[in-house]
């Protein structure tokens, strides 16, 4: 068997065909498109992502080929598109979302634009089970999409439909093409390992030549190769990413080798400091120190209140630091590399591939960092893998769990939970709620939403979470979010969105807020039940109190799809009545949105 490789660090996750792979990923800029991949090589079947447009002649040695999701329209000039000799070779295909809509269009079937998205839950209803559908019965699915296809192609037969989508899948058993509207690849699509492992086994009759446990080998030897003879330089969080990838580089390179330094940007939650401080010591890190920057990443924030003009800012913030502290350093010489714990999501989110959607510029993907990528002056040990899976390779590294399993922080800090306006506005009543004109940063249909928050004087449970949201975010197109109203100091009609920018102050209240809720979480027991708590403030209330949290409870396994945690009412109404007690706050919400259509921070 020819040798496997995982590619390190790349603008564009797409790779050159790897030979003895035996399935093919042709990516369509989905944001999930890797993760169709991983599923794969989880069942134990070499997987490789590829370039949509990949000629049919280089994957007619393939098992089988999966079309993935994507943000276009297929009946739009230049939408990502694939070579229509793999839908005539024997080679079986499986379409997922534009993937499916890509087939019914090459093969005579109709796509349409729907009246409204679907996002999120959906129940799949089967009608005629096939080879794909071996063993699998109508279930919940998740769905991330507003075309659908309306007319299946001659020769196909429609599988399954949920109350949106007539044709969620189709097949042709005699032709091997499939089409499924649905993400099987995702968590949230219950028999979606299933499906994947029936059409792998049964439909393409793949055989198992992949072990997870070759990973860490892989990577440590893709380090060396990249560093060759450089020491790295490494911005670390403290967060799960920057350890697990800290350490791998320490195995791969030596202690002697690896330079550490945690920026304390005042972004950071009470007592993060002193935490990171302590884990870097367990590791037995060599070289390692604390910068503090408070003062540079607050005068890089004045007067911003974009959310992507706040990250850019942060993220090439991050640069100037590292210039800073390079020089007087002898790596300034050309022997030295820029090490980083980017994980998928954040390449994929951030348009690294290239037909993904930007949702969101995180800060270890702006122009600076870039232009180290093109240099060949970094390291990203982790940019093929998701969180769930970093945890699994810092505990076979022999990382304590008390640091492997905190909750997820983002590298902006709390800059993204503390949202600015530039204006003041009123917030209004509407037929359905309050419409908040606030913005928020979504992912519908593959691509970036920026749109305000509808809010419901309705209960935290699981029909407000599982279907009055969902309907909401699905029929409206002037929201991506919906929350619910869990206490206020003021009555709805005196809210307003205050003009508001980033300030030690505001900083403060979110601290305070944010560890108000830790410490309780972490005393009910709560915290152990979800994946992230975020806590986001907001400028949303009254003359007197002008000033919101919100609470993002959630749960995940990789990060790219969320649902969300419901906290039992009787502790709910004590946690916001503590929070209200805190100075200048009037509100207190609850957002009820899964990821898609919200993303799991509101920025």
């Known amino acids: 068997m020819e040798p496997l490789t995982l590619t390190l660090s790349s603008a564009h996750v797409s790779a050159p065909a790897t030979p003895n792979a035996q399935i093919a990923v042709l990516d369509t800029g989905g944001q999930y498109t890797h993760l169709i991949a991983r599923k794969v090589r989880e069942l134990g079947v070499f997987a490789d992502v590829l370039p949509s447009d990949t000629p049919a002649g280089v994957l007619s040695a393939r098992r089988g080929i999966i079309i993935s999701g994507g943000p276009a329209s297929v009946y739009e000039a230049g939408s990502p598109d694939i070579d229509p000799g793999i839908l005539a070779a024997n080679v079986p295909v499986l379409g997922i979302c534009y993937g499916h809509q890509l087939i019914a269009h090459h093969l005579g079937g109709n796509v349409e634009k729907g009246d409204r998205g679907e996002y999120g839950v959906a129940r799949l209803e089967l009608t005629a089970p096939d080879p794909l559908w071996q063993g699998v019965c109508s279930s919940q699915v998740w769905m991330n999409h507003r075309d659908s296809v309306s007319a299946a192609p001659q020769g196909f037969e429609v599988i399954g439909s949920t109350e ?44 198992k030549d992949w072990n997870v446990s070759r990973r860490v080998p892989l990577v440590e030897q893709q380090i060396q ?26 195995r791969a390179l030596g202690p002697e080798r690896v330079y550490g330094v945690y920026v304390d940007t005042g972004l950071m939650r009470k007592g993060e400091t002193e935490l990171v ?18 003062d540079e990443f607050m005068a890089a924030l004045a007067g911003k209140t974009d959310p992507e003009e706040k990250r850019l800012a942060i993220g090439e913030q991050f640069v100037k630091v590292q210039e800073r502290l390079l020089q007087g350093r002898q790596f300034l010489d050309g022997s030295w590399i820029l090490g980083q714990g980017t994980i998928y999501p954040d390449t994929i989110e ?9 949702i969101k510029t995180h800060h270890n993907r702006v122009a600076g960092i870039q232009a180290l990528i093109d240099t ?28 492997l399993n905190r909750h997820p922080f983002p590298g902006p800090g709390l800059a993204i939970r503390c949202l600015c306006s530039a204006t003041c506005q009123a917030v209004m009543l509407c037929a359905d709620g309050y419409l908040i004109p606030v913005r928020t940063v979504g992912v519908q249909g593959d691509s970036r ?3 305000q928050v509808l809010a419901l004087d309705e209960p935290v449970d ?28 003021a009555v709805p009609s005196l809210w307003k969105v205050h003009k508001a920018s980033l300030t030690p102050a505001r900083l403060d209240l979110l601290r305070d807020a944010d560890q108000l809720v830790r410490d309780y979480c972490a005393a009910i027991g709560f915290e152990q039940k979800v994946w992230q708590f975020p806590i986001v403030l907001a400028p949303i209330g009254s003359t007197d109190a002008p000033e919101s949290v919100i609470l993002r409870p959630i749960h995940s396994v990789d990060g790219m799809t969320a649902d969300v945690v419901a906290m039992p009412a009787t502790e709910l109404r004590y946690l916001v009545h503590k929070l ?21 921070e509101w920025e």
């Open 164 to 207: 949106t989508s007539g044709i969620a899948a189709m097949s042709n058993v005699r032709r091997g093409i499939f089409g499924i509207q649905f993400h099987p690849e995702v968590v949230h699509t219950h028999e979606g390992v299933n499906i994947l492992r029936n059409f792998v086994f049964e439909i393409c009759h793949a055989t």
């Open 449 to 451: 939403s920026y749109r």
């Open 376 to 403: 060949n002056r970094i390291v990203e040990p982790l940019t093929q893998f998701y969180k769930d899976e970093v945890r699994e390779i810092g505990a076979e590294l022999g990382i304590a769990p008390r640091f």
């Open 580 to 600: 209200l007690g805190l100075p200048g706050i009037s509100a207190v919400f609850y957002d009820l949105t899964s990821k898609p259509p919200g993303t799991i």
């Open 277 to 294: 401080r302590g884990i870097f010591a367990s590791l037995g890190a060599t070289h390692f120190e604390v910068e503090y920057a408070q």
């Open 462 to 489: 699981e029909l407000a979470i599982r279907k009055l949201a969902p309907s909401l975010t699905n029929r409206r197109s002037d929201i991506n979010r919906v929350v619910s109203i869990c206490g206020s100091n």
């Open 350 to 358: 951030s348009a690294g591939t290239a037909k993904a959607d930007l």
């Open 225 to 250: 190769r990249i560093a060759g003879g450089r020491n790295v330089f490494f911005f670390v969080s403290g967060g799960v990413d920057s350890t697990v990838a800290y350490t791998l580089c320490l």
